[in-house]
């Protein structure tokens, strides 16, 4: 992981707003808590171009998590992160204008030059209220500067807009050297036995292709445009873990009310066409 701090004068760093909640503010105690989740996940030689992956605290998500970024390719050098709103009401999606996302572990820089053509674009604005707040985005970050040696992200936060829209805002930026992440957990406060049901509809979703059929998940429009981009892109979608809250940290909640995790990981089949 190489972070950037060579901050010039004039530059802007979107600070951590769930650092010491979600996860450790020690850097030392998060880097090691991060490679235990990757760590504890398996390669599978899939190197996915574009991953769903949960956004809770780490204590239950993490592990989950892990078993995703654990899978991908490690010299990536551009990830478009999707996620949904949790804080502000708006139309269209919301891209920083911050030139940096802070976290424990150092500063990412995020693409602006792939940022700029994107505002060009009329569903794209720039909320400071659902940036600042926001954590969908800021947790999968750890894991990706962990992961990855050097990249630069493009932070989409989604709220009233059309699944099919972003998928035709991000797919043209999309190359060789791109990850795409769509940041989502799966249902909420369900007892463990009803929330692996729902959320096996949802996986069999997500499975089958079909982007208008049943998710429940608060990142049901991220996760419906990776479903779009991949059928651009040709890509086959693969379960890689599936977990609740009361599974991962069963010291912690109550086994009647729990909240959903997956990951999954979209990659090209040996000899597809794209």
């Known amino acids: 992981m190489i972070a950037s701090n060579n901050i010039l004068a004039g530059d802007s760093v979107r600070k ?3 650092a010491g909640q979600f996860y450790t503010a020690n850097p030392a105690e998060l880097k090691k808590e991060v490679q235990g989740y990757i760590l504890g996940g ?9 991953l769903i992956s949960p956004h809770a605290g780490y204590i239950f998500s993490g592990p989950v998590a892990g078993k995703g970024y ?4 490690k010299n990536i050098k551009t990830v478009i992160i999707i996620g949904p709103s949790h804080h502000e009401w708006f139309t269209g999606v919301s891209i920083s204008n911050a030139d940096y996302y802070a976290t424990p572990l150092g500063n990412v820089a995020l693409a602006k030059d792939k940022i700029a053509g994107l505002r060009k674009n009329p569903i794209v604005h720039f909320v400071p209220k659902a940036d600042a707040s926001e954590h969908c985005l800021e947790v999968q970050l750890p894991f990706l500067q962990v992961a990855l040696q050097s990249f630069s992200i493009i932070p989409i936060i989604t709220c009233k807009v059309d699944p099919a829209a972003i998928a035709d805002l991000v797919y043209p930026i999309i190359d060789s050297s791109t990850l795409v992440i769509a940041s989502s957990d799966l249902s909420h406060y369900h007892s463990s036995m009803e929330a ?14 079909n ?22 892109s040709n890509l086959t979608p693969v379960l890689i873990d599936a977990r609740n809250s009361w599974e991962t940290a069963p010291g912690y909640g109550e086994e009647a009310r729990v909240v959903g995790y997956a990951s999954l990981a979209y990659y090209k089949k040996q000899g597809a066409i794209k």
């Open 42 to 50: 398996s390669t599978n030689n899939i190197y996915p171009k574009m």
């Open 211 to 232: 982007s208008g059929d049943f998710i429940d998940a608060c990142g049901e429009t991220a996760i419906r445009v990776i479903m779009l981009v991949a059928q651009k």
């Open 70 to 73: 654990a899978t991908i390719d």
């Open 196 to 209: 692996k049901a729902i959320d096996k509809k949802t996986i069999n979703t997500i499975l089958s292709g």
């Open 16 to 18: 951590p707003a769930v």
